[in-house]
């Protein structure tokens, strides 16, 4: 399952029906007005998502940015910025 994210309804809603998706609305951490969240639709696939999403003005969730996914792997050591 593949999550696609808008910020405007209709644009939500014709991806859903040209990829048989459900729409719903989505929260962001920390947003607390509604009309602020997006607008999330959810798809099980199919043929050309990227460039359906992408000419609706969405954008796809990456696996690294879902929930439960593995987490980045952390430094061994401390950063230096200077000499």
Do not use: I
């Not at 014709?14 to 969240?37: K, N, P």
């Not at 798809?43 to 954008?59: C, F, I, K, N, S």
């Amino acid at each position: 399952m593949q999550l696609a994210y808008f910020w405007e309804q209709e644009d939500a809603e014709a991806v859903a029906e040209l990829l048989d998706g459900e729409v719903r609305r989505g929260r962001f951490h920390g947003e607390d007005d509604d009309e602020d969240h997006p607008w999330v639709v959810e798809l099980t696939g199919g043929q050309d998502v990227e460039r359906v999403v992408a000419e609706h003005d969405g954008w796809l969730e990456t696996s690294a940015d879902a929930p439960g996914g593995a987490p980045l792997p952390l430094p061994q050591e401390p950063k230096r910025f200077k000499k």
